[in-house]
């Protein structure tokens, strides 16, 4: 559809088949990580590459949850447009922010005191050097889980026209609540 | 003013012309949200990540002020100083007050005012408003009563029902309001089970706490060998005990924005309430055990219950003064034993002796408060029920830690 402005405005199906093809490749990465935290945290062993590490505590949990994540995400995108398809993608990159938020909690907490030698509160290197590589899988994954929130809007906002829709209709009173 | 009843019925019409608005039910996002999170192949792996949340949340709140600023409060300025000051060194009253003259650091101190207010203050407070924080925003969203029902087809299977995680979970903060908490429960059955349960093998906020201090990489191990000792000894209460455990209807309330405001003021009223009951039995057990070391008496039973404590759960006869002091509070009895030597084993066994050993003094008052509402018969069944409980529960699941450590060839 040619849009006033000369681009291409996207319809809902359209929009929705986008979002299932992101969700699928995101849904293997994340599966795929989840895999390899699991078999690192069973093995007691760490891996880095780049910026990127998978080791530290609760890694076998972490691994476990991105794994399921990374499932809810596979198994949502069949029907992707259906709500209860959706509540499984948001559920998905919920549990994505839950890991990756609470990093980013302890991180911020960490990098505030100054050490046990230090004095009450970190020195400007010490607290720019708590915020340095290398981060966690899911830190990296969390701007790519965001996009759910476009979809949740774009839900909303349909539901809210529907519901518009009903109020303007005349309803009489003793129906069904 | 009367109203005849076809009246009463006619002010009912009006009031619901203006108030209630009818239309058709829509099915929308945040129903579906809602029912994934109670069907159990969906619903589990969300209850893992939010519980992974709230150790996380828990750990890195607690840690960031007791490992942050005060411990280094504590052992850098608050012990030099009274080290100093109080008068008397070497006397009893310094012993009592001030504990040990050579510790450098508040936990292993043992006075009233280095190691009774460092745990009371520098560990215990982070982590129970830590836990109270979570716990109450996990409450006010609506999800406690989704996990409620997640783990009903569990906790059938040990005659309780879902509602029972509502107790488990408080008794994550403290036993004491959890004990309270079990009057929901349908049948006196479930209430006794459910506060003997509890009572023995959840560890409380300030015991957990501690724990991450003394030992941090053990604290899963100890949790999951609790959590399977409440599934077993459940199983089996369940069993032996006379009495029924009907199923319940569970109401499940929408997901909502928790308000701020609520927040602050529930976390206040428990965070007031747990210090009200936790700092005169933290501060009151470091006096008795004190004095209980100063006249001897602790040494005395030391020996006295050596060839049980070595011979049956392998740990040093010394641990005798923290199964003493967790009596009146576990979280104290756990710092106390991280002042005395021994191996990584004996520690994580005497861990979960004292988490195991007799409920701490105020959810003992509670239990027996509870009974009371069966009374003389409810008062011995709490009384002597709970005790006869507890003591095959310390004999049998603390001796099977120690089999395990010989299994594995560390003990």
Known sequence: MDHPGGGMKLNKEMKFEIGRVYFAILGAVVLGIGIAEMLLGVTGRSFEWGIMEMSGEFLLWRGLILFFAGTFYLSSIQNFSDIHQLAKTVMASVMIWIIAGMKIFSMILESIPGGEEGGWFNTLEGFLASYSAPYIPSIFLLPFSLLVLYYIKLVESEEKMDGMKEESQPTGSGGDT | ?411
């Open chain 2, 1 to 411: 003013m009367k109203l005849t009843v076809d009246e009463r019925w006619d002010l009912i019409d009006k009031i619901a012309e203006q108030v209630v608005k009818y239309g058709e039910y829509r099915y929308r996002l945040k129903d579906a949200i809602a029912d994934i999170t109670v069907k159990p192949l969906t619903g589990i792996p969300i209850a893992i990540a939010v519980l992974y949340g709230f150790w996380s949340f828990f750990g890195a709140f607690a840690g960031f002020f007791t490992d942050g600023f005060l411990v280094k409060l504590f052992d850098n300025h608050w012990l030099p100083w009274l080290q100093e000051v109080f008068p008397g060194k070497g006397g009893w009253l310094y012993y009592i007050f001030v504990g040990d003259p050579a510790a450098d650091n508040c936990f292993e101190a043992f006075g009233v005012l280095t190691s009774a207010l460092f745990v009371a203050i520098g560990v215990v407070l982070p982590a129970i408003v830590a836990f109270y924080l979570f716990l109450i925003i996990l409450e006010d969203t609506g999800y406690l009563p989704r996990l409620a029902v997640l783990v009903d087809t569990v906790l059938h299977k040990i005659g309780l029902h879902g509602f029972a995680v509502i107790p488990m979970i408080l008794s994550l903060g403290c036993n004491v309001p959890a004990v309270i908490a079990t009057r929901a429960l349908e049948t006196g059955k479930q209430r006794f089970m459910m506060a003997v349960l509890l009572a023995i093998f959840i560890p409380c906020g300030a015991q957990l706490g501690i724990m991450f201090k003394v030992i941090p990489g053990h604290v899963g191990f100890v949790m999951l060998y609790l959590l399977a000792g409440f599934f077993v000894f459940g199983f089996i209460l369940d069993r032996l005990l006379p009495g029924k455990s009907p199923e319940i209807l569970l109401d499940v309330p929408p997901y909502q924005r928790p308000i701020a405001k609520n927040v602050t003021r529930k976390l206040w009223m428990r965070v007031k309430s747990f210090f009200k009951v936790a700092i005169p039995f933290v501060l009151l057990g470091v006096i008795i055990v004190n004095l209980m070391y100063l006249t001897g008496f602790l040494g005395w039973l030391a020996n006295l219950l050596e060839p049980l404590l070595c011979g049956w759960f392998g740990v040093p006869k010394e641990t005798v003064g923290p199964l003493v002091a967790a009596f009146l509070r576990k979280d104290l009895a756990v710092a106390q034993l991280s002042a005395i030597e021994m191996t990584m084993p004996q520690l994580v066994t005497s861990v979960v002796l004292v988490s195991l050993y007799f409920p701490c003094v105020a959810t003992f008052a509670m239990l027996i408060r509870e009974g009371r509402e069966g009374g003389l018969k409810g008062v011995s069944q709490y009384l002597f029920g709970g005790l006869g409980a507890l003591i095959a529960v310390i004999f049998l699941w603390g001796g099977l830690i120690r089999l395990i450590w010989i299994i594995l060839g560390v003990a």
